[in-house]
């Protein structure tokens, strides 16, 4: 198993432009948590799934942030406007088993100009 | 509402000596703490858990109830052990998502 898979790994793109991250969680976990982290907050729970089905988005920042999970095998994080401050790494992590250690991707870079 | 706190943003130590990163807690119910690592260019993982009351690459965490704190030690600091460190909370509930601290950069100096 490749783990938790999230594409881009980088992005730079400029302040009004729509983002878009993508996660694969790992196969057959049934939570999926997506964290932003940043040098002053750390990490930042934004929104997790149960079954693909969103249960808590209340650490989605604004109204700009949106997150979906149309099956088990993906979920996308996207940003329409972007603006700077939106600057982090996107995290995707799912948890495994009855200890429920999470298990993170390798993170999305995103820079907004 | 749960917090974490790590009070520490930045930590640098030499090689060989003894390293502490703090770790503050606040929960109504009994908590349930973890130390997440992150090395340069790697994902965040899994270092200890205080129910398992492990050693993992010589670090010791231990739950101080009465101090809500969880600091993470070691003895002996290696070059290696250079990372970001988060210390977590898990909520109550069956998705027990995690709350993380803002973390502590520690650096290791040879």
């Known amino acids: 198993d490749a783990g938790v898979i999230q594409s881009p790994r980088h992005e730079v793109t400029e302040m009004g432009q729509e983002v878009t991250l993508r996660c694969k969680p790992i196969?057959?976990?049934?939570?999926l948590f997506w964290y932003r982290q940043t040098m002053m907050r750390g990490l930042e729970l934004l929104i997790y799934?149960?079954?693909?089905?969103?249960?808590?988005d209340s650490g989605m920042p604004e109204d700009r942030f949106s997150a979906k999970m149309p099956n088990a095998s993906f979920s996308t994080l996207k940003i329409q406007p972007s603006e700077p401050r939106d600057s982090a790494v996107y995290f995707c992590a799912s948890p495994q088993g009855a200890s429920r250690e999470l298990f993170f991707g390798e993170g999305s870079r995103l820079t907004v100009l | 509402a749960q917090r974490v706190t790590q009070p520490e943003k930045l930590l640098s130590v030499f090689k060989g000596a003894p390293v502490e990163l703090k770790c503050n807690y606040s929960?109504?119910?009994?908590?349930?703490l973890f130390w997440y690592v992150q090395y340069s260019r790697q994902r965040l993982q899994l270092l200890l858990r205080?129910?398992s009351r492990e050693s993992i690459k010589g670090f010791t965490a231990d739950l101080n109830k009465g101090e809500t704190s969880f600091h993470l030690k070691k003895p002996f600091a290696q070059e290696e052990d250079s990372a970001m460190y988060y210390c977590a909370l898990t909520s109550i509930g069956p998705a027990r998502q995690l709350t993380f601290g803002s973390g502590t950069q520690l650096t290791v100096l040879p």
């Open positions: 205080h129910i």
């Open positions: 196969s057959g976990h049934d939570y």
């Open positions: 799934f149960n079954n693909n089905v969103p249960i808590d």
């Open positions: 929960y109504s119910g009994s908590p349930e």
